[in-house]
């Protein structure tokens, strides 16, 4: 205790990204209830509009043969899970500054970058964990009738490409909440822009319905940037040949491109937003 | 030859400089125009009721705030400019909670090492020392939130000190200590002042705290009202306090005055007076009105005395006003 220590010269970057990372982990598992909110609604959904919507759907036209409405489905259930999982676990920027954790973070010599950047794997992690889990597990429902007898696509050498889109989306998505929780004074905020915003933007991705030919709603679909992390899924989820690319089903060089430019531009400004001093960061 | 020795000899006088601070909140004017130094290895004390600018000054310190104007050097280093280098040298420990009540105390602690690049055997090491120097070691297994308030604070403190920082920034660091582990915190702190060499500025609003700095800044309404060691300013109310409690203390002030031909302070229903022989006025007083006056009290001034003689009002009743 008497000798100084030497601090080291160098200020570290990666140590702390996976020690902010690793926090959001610890504290995710210590909070069941979130647990269960993230993964089992976005399944309940999946099961009941599946059932619901069965007789309606008409699937699109570069679909399939036979595919029914759960089987369209999968892909936006998994990002959806995807979605509340990143979304919620940036919540958590908001409650940090109320409790008073980020302004002891703030005044350590960390990057800007490294805080976002960790916050962002810790919410990524998370993210891929419980969307994997779905695309693993809600498939078998099948066995108490709750899901149709469908092929996943999931096999063992194309599990890599899919857990690096899932990333990559999770990414995105994380980086998303983090522009959005970051100004925020108070959690009812964000729930507001959650309804108001980020739903519409899931609605609206091809997740829950095709583009098809509706007029002005496919363009909507086209436009938003999370069709393509849609896409992209489901074009590493099908089985079989790839599906053709059509208005409203871009290939997946596109939704690779589209989906990669949009996160660097998300986790840009996060960063650009996180190196200003402001008053509020201070409690 | 010249311009190469003055960045280090200004740095040999004061390891923090605050020139010429002013801080606005919209309105309302928190810091105006403050300049003081703090020197190398000295206890320097921010005394002053809660809403005088003790925490902005000590937020723009801390780097979370921006500058709005004037400037700060910690060891010789710009705030403005140099932020990063300056995180690295010092340690902070805030008025308001940082800890994560989700984790653990030692988790907690893991975790701010992790944020200045300490880990492994020198983590475990610097973890161990300052929670042995907190008295935490054995609630190092305890989540953050299942502790009292007392033992939330020492955690805060332990974090702060976790790096050995050469420039320590506490504010009101004993808030919730009991005086037992608040004196124990006085010692670890001078401990490290004598051994280390460590520059500490402390704000607190407590006189008795207030004692054990070298020096002292009185901060009021945003302005540095005196500065100096705790015996200077004290020696600069002169003499001996007087406070005299009285049914009428309008009426008296007045014949006070008339008959002495010195005014003494109302604060609040009691008067307050400097006199150098107070003994004597004493006596005098009591012969003149020996009905009006209810009490009085002689003693040498504090910085409670010292606080009043620079603003006319009590300390606490400057918080209310706030």
């Given at each position: 205790?008497?000798?100084?220590?030497?601090?080291?010269?160098?200020?570290?970057?990666?140590?702390?990204?996976?020690?902010?990372?690793?926090?959001?982990?610890?504290?995710?598992?210590?909070?069941?209830?979130?647990?269960?909110?993230?993964?089992?609604?976005?399944?309940?959904?999946?099961?009941?509009?599946?059932?619901?919507?069965?007789?309606?759907?008409?699937?699109?036209?570069?679909?399939?043969?036979?595919?029914?409405?759960?089987?369209?489905?999968?892909?936006?259930?998994?990002?959806?899970?995807?979605?509340?999982?990143?979304?919620?676990?940036?919540?958590?920027?908001?409650?940090?500054?109320?409790?008073?954790?980020?302004?002891?973070?703030?005044?350590?010599?960390?990057?800007?970058?490294?805080?976002?950047?960790?916050?962002?794997?810790?919410?990524?992690?998370?993210?891929?964990?419980?969307?994997?889990?779905?695309?693993?597990?809600?498939?078998?429902?099948?066995?108490?009738?709750?899901?149709?007898?469908?092929?996943?696509?999931?096999?063992?050498?194309?599990?890599?490409?899919?857990?690096?889109?899932?990333?990559?989306?999770?990414?995105?998505?994380?980086?998303?909440?983090?522009?959005?929780?970051?100004?925020?004074?108070?959690?009812?905020?964000?729930?507001?822009?959650?309804?108001?915003?980020?739903?519409?933007?899931?609605?609206?991705?091809?997740?829950?319905?095709?583009?098809?030919?509706?007029?002005?709603?496919?363009?909507?679909?086209?436009?938003?940037?999370l069709t393509y992390g849609v896409t992209g899924l489901r074009r590493l989820l099908s089985a079989g040949p790839a599906l053709p690319s059509a208005p409203g089903n871009p290939s997946l060089v596109v939704c690779l491109t589209v989906t990669a430019a949009v996160c660097i531009i998300y986790v840009s400004i996060a960063i650009w937003m996180t190196r200003q001093r402001a008053t509020r960061n201070a409690? | 030859?010249?311009?190469?020795?003055?960045?280090?000899?200004?740095?040999?006088?004061?390891?923090?400089?605050?020139?010429?601070?002013?801080?606005?909140?919209?309105?309302?004017?928190?810091?105006?125009?403050?300049?003081?130094?703090?020197?190398?290895?000295?206890?320097?004390?921010?005394?002053?009721?809660?809403?005088?600018?003790?925490?902005?000054?000590?937020?723009?310190?801390?780097?979370?705030?921006?500058?709005?104007?004037?400037?700060?050097?910690i060891a010789g280093l710009d705030l403005a400019t140099q932020a990063r280098e300056i995180r690295t040298l010092i340690g902070v420990t805030f008025q308001s909670p940082s800890l994560d009540g989700k984790l653990t105390v030692w988790e907690n602690l893991k975790h701010q090492a992790h944020l200045y690049g300490i880990s492994g055997g020198q983590l475990r090491e610097r973890i161990a020392a300052v929670?042995?120097?907190?008295?935490?070691?054995?609630?190092?297994?305890?989540?953050?939130?299942?502790?009292?308030?007392?033992?939330?604070?020492?955690?805060?403190?332990?974090?702060?000190?976790?790096?050995?920082?050469?420039?320590?920034?506490?504010?009101?660091?004993?808030?919730?200590?009991?005086?037992?582990?608040?004196?124990?915190?006085?010692?670890?702190?001078?401990?490290?002042?004598?051994?280390?060499?460590?520059?500490?500025?402390?704000?607190?609003?407590?006189?008795?705290?207030?004692?054990?700095?070298?020096?002292?800044?009185?901060?009021?309404?945003?302005?540095?009202?005196?500065?100096?060691?705790?015996?200077?300013?004290?020696?600069?109310?002169?003499?001996?306090?007087?406070?005299?409690?009285?049914?009428?203390?309008?009426?008296?002030?007045?014949?006070?005055?008339?008959?002495?031909?010195?005014?003494?302070?109302?604060?609040?229903?009691?008067l307050r007076l400097e006199h150098p022989r107070g003994h004597e006025f004493l006596k005098a007083l009591i012969d003149a009105f020996p009905e009006q006056v209810t009490s009085v009290s002689l003693g040498k001034p504090t910085l409670e005395d010292v606080f009043i003689h620079e603003t006319g009002h009590q300390f606490w009743q400057a918080e209310e006003v706030e």
């Open positions: 205790m008497n000798q100084p220590v030497a601090v080291t010269p160098a200020t570290p970057f990666v140590l702390p990204i996976l020690s902010l990372a690793q926090r959001e982990v610890v504290r995710f598992a210590r909070q069941r209830t979130r647990v269960i909110g993230a993964l089992i609604q976005p399944i309940l959904f999946w099961i009941l509009f599946g059932a619901g919507l069965r007789g309606s759907f008409k699937a699109p036209d570069w679909a399939t043969a036979g595919m029914t409405y759960q089987e369209y489905f999968f892909p936006g259930v998994a990002v959806m899970i995807l979605m509340f999982t990143a979304i919620f676990s940036t919540i958590s920027i908001i409650e940090d500054r109320k409790e008073g954790f980020l302004q002891g973070v703030l005044v350590s010599p960390v990057p800007r970058s490294s805080i976002v950047l960790g916050k962002l794997l810790g919410g990524t992690i998370l993210a891929v964990l419980q969307a994997v889990l779905f695309l693993l597990l809600g498939p078998l429902l099948k066995i108490v009738g709750l899901a149709p007898d469908f092929d996943t696509g999931v096999t063992l050498a194309g599990f890599i490409p899919l857990l690096l889109f899932l990333f990559l989306l999770g990414f995105s998505l994380t980086a998303l909440g983090y522009l959005i929780a970051w100004p925020m004074e108070s959690t009812q905020g964000f729930h507001a822009i959650m309804s108001v915003f980020l739903m519409p933007m899931w609605l609206l991705s091809g997740s829950f319905f095709p583009a098809g030919d509706s007029g002005w709603l496919s363009w909507i679909i086209r436009a938003n940037p409690r | 030859m010249l311009s190469n020795t003055l960045p280090q000899e200004s740095q040999a006088v004061s390891r923090i400089r605050v020139s010429d601070i002013s801080h606005r909140y919209g309105e309302r004017l928190a810091l105006n125009h403050l300049s003081f130094d703090v020197r190398p290895a000295e206890i320097f004390g921010l005394l002053g009721p809660n809403g005088g600018g003790k925490t902005t000054l000590f937020r723009l310190l801390s780097t979370l705030l921006p500058l709005q104007s004037g400037n700060a050097t929670l042995q120097h907190l008295g935490l070691t054995d609630r190092k297994q305890d989540l953050a939130e299942s502790l009292s308030g007392g033992l939330k604070r020492r955690v805060e403190i332990a974090k702060g000190l976790l790096h050995s920082p050469q420039v320590l920034l506490l504010d009101e660091p004993s808030t919730g200590l009991d005086p037992g582990a608040r004196h124990d915190l006085w010692k670890y702190l001078k401990q490290l002042q004598r051994e280390q060499g460590v520059t500490i500025l402390i704000t607190t609003h407590l006189m008795e705290e207030a004692e054990h700095c070298d020096r002292l800044g009185i901060l009021h309404q945003g302005e540095l009202i005196s500065l100096g060691t705790p015996d200077e300013l004290r020696a600069s109310v002169g003499g001996d306090c007087l406070t005299i409690q009285a049914e009428h203390p309008e009426t008296l002030l007045r014949q006070i005055t008339e008959n002495f031909g010195v005014t003494p302070q109302q604060v609040n229903h009691s």
